[in-house]
């Protein structure tokens, strides 16, 4: 039976290669024999999509990290003033999340979510990896305007920064009037002029406050963000349900359990991949700079070791991806779970950031 079923297989392979092989001879020939004009109309096309295809793939590679300390001497630069000892507060921040935004627009390819022609139009990959970059973008936009920059006893909002979260949270896959890089670029000439006020040192009424309360306040929210990102990749897998218990509960019962989670589809396991690895990307180079202006809290707390520990975990998170597809392997098979280990990865990023927590609001003791 054996031998048969392999003479079978043998049979529907040489028969499969033989047809392909006459269609591909037919097309040549249909080819050869077309007239001038249409051949070479062929060979344009035909050679459009072998470009757009290398393109593509040029444009799917993630830019390299970002030097924070570079990042902070060209917006020095930029404003045209003198570095002071020790750098003022909020300016390692806001340099930081001008260089993630500039970065996002224009990596190779530049920004690649609103392409609605090819090479752009066909990416999957990249444009969630973006999204990942502008979540961190409007998060870190929004907690500056309503927390880092205000202090207790003063509320008033700065203007630069309300512009700035506006122009992040316009739609990211707008292709023209307005086109969403020019919302982003207005976003971080914003950016820059609040960061401008702050290397002024008081002349341009730029506030930063970079005390262990508003740290709290900022971990709290990327906590929150990894704990989303952290169960939409976990949820790659999902449950597996009890069948007999379902079997015996009433038909409302059956309703809860089947709405009490939401497994991913197959085809969005890389999406959220992408998402969270985009998200982490930024995420590294804002924790870097929030060290640099909150290092005396950090120092006075005993923080320090806590918070280099976050960015650790979040380092595997950039490793090279060797697999040409994302794979979402079962329990403990021969596959692996690309989304489940990004997951660990967050997940333990989000225990230091509690633990990290948890010291900043211990009271300093005299």
């Not at 003198?82 to 260089?99: D, Q």
């Not at 920064?161 to 009037?177: C, P």
């Not at 989000?350 to 990290?356: L, N, P, R, V, Y």
Request: hydrophobic share 40%; aromatic share 10%.
């Amino acid at each position: 039976m054996s031998l048969l079923k392999s003479l079978g297989v043998k049979a529907l392979w040489v028969r499969g290669m033989r047809r392909a092989r006459d269609e591909y001879e037919d097309a040549q020939s249909d080819i050869e024999h077309a007239r001038p004009f249409y051949r070479w109309a062929i060979y344009a096309v035909l050679l459009y999509f072998l470009c757009a295809l290398c393109v593509g793939i040029y444009w799917s590679t993630a830019p390299a990290p970002v030097n924070v300390q570079a990042e902070i001497q060209r917006q020095i630069n930029y404003s045209k003033t003198t570095a002071s000892t020790p750098l003022v507060k909020g300016v390692a921040t806001t340099s930081a999340l001008i260089a993630i935004a500039e970065t996002l627009i224009d990596k190779n390819g530049g920004y690649i979510s609103n392409d609605v022609f090819p090479p752009g139009i066909w990416l999957d990959n990249m444009p969630h990896w973006e999204l990942g970059v502008v979540m961190q973008l409007r998060d870190t936009t929004q907690i500056l305007r309503s927390s880092l920059s205000q202090s207790n006893l003063n509320h008033d909002l700065d203007l630069d920064l309300q512009k700035a979260e506006v122009r992040f949270n316009f739609s990211n896959n707008s292709w023209g009037f307005p086109a969403t890089e020019s919302q982003y670029r207005s976003g971080i000439e914003h950016l820059q002029a609040y960061n401008f006020r702050l290397l002024k040192s008081g002349l341009g009424n730029a506030q930063f406050h970079a005390d262990a309360e508003h740290l709290n306040d900022y971990l709290a929210g990327v906590e929150q963000r990894l704990k989303v990102l952290s169960q939409r990749l976990t949820a790659s897998v999902g449950p597996t349900t009890n069948s007999s218990l379902v079997e015996v509960d009433s038909r409302e019962t059956k309703k809860i359990v089947s709405s009490l989670y939401t497994k991913t589809p197959w085809y969005k396991v890389d999406d959220v991949f992408y998402e969270a690895r985009g998200s982490s990307w930024a995420l590294i180079a804002l924790l870097q700079a929030v060290e640099i202006d909150f290092a005396d809290a950090l120092q006075n707390k005993n923080a320090r070791a806590s918070y280099e520990q976050i960015i650790r975990e979040l380092n595997p998170t950039q490793e090279s991806v060797f697999s040409p597809v994302i794979l979402n392997g079962d329990g403990f098979g021969l596959v692996a779970n690309h989304s489940l280990t990004m997951a660990s990865y967050l997940a333990r990023a989000q225990t230091a950031i509690s633990d990290c927590r948890r010291q900043l609001l211990v009271p300093t003791s005299r």
